[in-house]
Nanobody
């Protein structure tokens, strides 16, 4: 079992930055690929970024590539999403998620077994 708790959301002006954190419980954190997804009102949940259990190659949605950075600190059981150059269209509830290593379906929210409660990010124009 993995429990996930996000933090770091808030209100920021266009062009600003935020860093989201996702604290994971459980001793097997290193065995999970971690992902970030977001969902805006009236829209489907969409992939943002993922980092495999090995901490190797990272993956990003085209809409955030070059602006967002995902990272993980296994010693702290925490995954981060640094968001720079934020735009109003980034406004959404952001969710942290975990899938067991070896599943390799990073972009599909259905492949993730565990989810946090979400944190609101609002970018004003």
């Amino acid at each position: 079992q993995v429990q996930l708790v996000e933090s770091g959301g808030g209100l920021v002006q266009s062009g600003g930055s935020l860093r989201l954190s996702c604290a994971a419980s459980g001793r097997t954190f290193r065995s999970y690929t971690m992902g970030w997804f977001r969902q805006a009102p009236g829209k489907e949940r969409e992939f943002v970024a993922a980092i495999p259990w090995s901490g190797g190659t990272t993956y990003y949605a085209d809409s955030v590539k070059g602006r967002f950075t995902i990272s993980r600190d296994s010693a702290k059981n925490t995954v981060y999403l640094q968001m720079n150059s934020l735009k109003p269209e980034d406004t959404a509830v952001y969710y942290c998620a975990a899938q067991p290593a070896g599943r390799f379906h990073y972009f599909d929210h259905r492949a993730y077994d565990y989810w946090g409660q979400g944190t609101q990010v609002t970018v004003s124009s």
